[in-house]
């Protein structure tokens, strides 16, 4: 015969009339539930990463407590506890052990979120730090130039590639840094930057300074990077400075 619906639930409250098998029974849905963790994990994603506030409206614990009071009743070595079965157990006990697993639950949940939390806050620090270190577009000054796989790109239209993993954001930053100190050894006037389009060569990125103030007198036209090879050449002759950085 076909078990009526709610019966299973309605078990639970037939239980054994001895203290021992209501710890046993405590005892055993509170270290189910710790083994459930994954299980509870996955029905908080699927609910859509809520952590439930009451009893009523906990994911895990209704089931827990059917699953260890079956367990329970096919316990072998327990055959005291089958022929209680029809005594009733305190409701007060059973709703205190839910109680107990729902707290554990949202202990379990809450744990999980503050991880979260913390992985999302150490994700914004990382990007505020790259942020912050970011190598600006040297042609723009208002972008931030990112290089992968060789090839060094801007939003605003700067494209150059090395087709070598050699290059990298750290190496193009070193290039632009000792071709700007470089420049202002000589010039106290700040060099601009542009890209030339080759073509016998591929594209270079070119510093360029032409300032002619009284006392002062500065042409110099250094190629920053070039591509995909690499090469240093500077040659200085009175105040006209060439520099070229092929990279």
């Excluded at 439930?52 to 906990?58: I, K, L, V």
């Excluded at 060789?150 to 590639?161: D, E, I, N, Q, T």
């Amino acid at each position: 015969m076909a078990e009526a619906p709610g019966s299973g639930r309605r078990s639970l409250y037939k239980a054994v009339g001895s203290p021992r098998w209501k710890d046993a029974f405590r005892q055993g849905c509170l270290e189910r539930m710790r083994n459930s963790r994954d299980r509870l994990l996955n029905r908080y994603r699927q609910a859509g990463g809520s952590v439930p506030r009451r009893a009523q409206s906990t994911l895990l614990v209704q089931e827990v407590m059917e699953e260890e009071w079956h367990a329970l009743q096919s316990m072998e070595r327990c055959p005291e506890a089958l022929s209680q079965l029809e005594e009733l157990m305190d409701l007060a006990v059973l709703e205190e052990i839910q109680q107990e697993l729902a707290d554990q639950e949202r202990s379990i949940l809450t744990e999980y979120e503050q991880s979260l939390q913390f992985d999302e806050e150490c994700l914004r620090v990382m990007l505020a730090e790259w942020e912050a270190n970011a190598l600006v577009c040297p042609v723009c000054t208002k972008y931030n130039l990112r290089v992968s796989g060789g090839v060094a790109m801007c939003p605003c239209g700067l494209y150059l590639s090395s087709q070598s993993p050699e290059l990298t954001e750290q190496t193009l930053r070193g290039c632009l840094e000792r071709s700007v100190n470089e420049h202002s050894t000589h010039c106290p006037h700040t060099p601009e930057f542009l890209v030339t389009d080759g073509t016998e060569e591929n594209s270079s990125l070119l510093m360029s300074c032409v300032v002619s103030p009284p006392g002062i007198q500065c042409r110099g036209h250094s190629v920053v990077a070039s591509f995909p090879r690499w090469r240093k050449s500077c040659s200085e002759t009175g105040r006209d400075l060439k520099m070229q950085f092929i990279l």
